[in-house]
């Protein structure tokens, strides 16, 4: 069974950074791209960031500009988000999820229970 | 980036109602949409992929149509586990985009 569980939220300053983690397990973890989601209080879901099974591709959403990085250890099960320069507007409840790739792009089939970020000063 | 515009934001209606939210791309992307179910406190679950696959183990009261630049997400016959907020993703181009998101309330 599909079991994904992140950590590493909490409250942090403005410009500040923090590094999200995402452990995983019930599934062959090398052979699947891994994604990032986001929730804002009173938003809607917003596309953070995708990396391919391997690590050798990586995406992400418009809005980040530079300041995060996806990465991924294969053989920790584990999948990383490092976050820098962080804003207000980057509080929300951060989901990590394994994804599923089609002729083009990846759909999100399973999600973790997310993990809190609140950047306040 | 793809825009995914979600029509309409909210809807009331009652139990045993039919449901049915719009979704429309920007351009083109073929059959490349998921639908989402997301209630507070909850984690998002994928109900469809493929604009009209229904992901195992979600009933059948959902479906899903359309290609194109137009997509639909039906429910048929409301039960009151359905009150969410809906969502669509494009997985056609990156970035990887979700509509605003379609609020089902009780009426």
């Known amino acids: 069974q599909v079991h994904l569980v992140e950590s590493g939220g909490g409250v942090v300053q403005p410009g500040t950074s923090l590094r999200l983690s995402c452990a995983a397990s019930?599934?062959?973890?090398?052979?699947?791209?891994m994604f990032w989601v986001r929730q804002a209080p009173g938003k809607g879901l917003e596309w953070v960031t995708l990396?391919?099974?391997?690590?050798?591709?990586?995406y992400y959403g418009d809005f980040v500009g530079g300041r995060f990085t996806v990465s991924r250890d294969n053989s920790k099960n584990t999948v990383y988000l490092q976050m820098t320069s962080l804003t207000i507007e980057d509080t929300a409840i951060y989901y990590c999820?394994?994804?599923?790739?089609?002729?083009?792009?990846?759909?999100?089939?399973?999600w973790g229970q997310g993990t809190l970020v609140t950047v306040s000063s | 980036a793809v825009r995914m515009t979600q029509s309409p934001s909210s809807l009331s209606t009652s139990a045993g109602g039919r449901v049915t939210v719009t979704c429309r791309a920007s351009?083109?992307?073929?059959?490349?949409l998921a639908w989402y179910q997301k209630k507070p406190g909850k984690v998002p679950k994928l109900l469809i992929y493929?604009?009209?696959t229904l992901q195992s183990g979600v009933p059948s009261r959902f479906s899903g149509s359309g290609s194109g630049t137009e997509f639909t997400l039906t429910i048929s016959s409301l039960q009151a586990e359905d009150f969410a907020t809906y969502y669509c993703?494009?997985?056609?181009?990156?970035?990887?985009?979700f509509g605003g998101g379609t609020k089902v309330e009780i009426e």
């Open positions: 493929a604009a009209s």
């Open positions: 999820g394994r994804g599923h790739a089609a002729a083009r792009g990846y759909f999100f089939e399973h």
């Open positions: 990396i391919s099974y391997d690590g050798n591709n990586v």
């Open positions: 993703q494009q997985y056609y181009d990156y970035p990887l985009t």
């Open positions: 351009q083109s992307i073929d059959g490349y």
């Open positions: 019930g599934f062959y973890f090398s052979y699947y791209g």
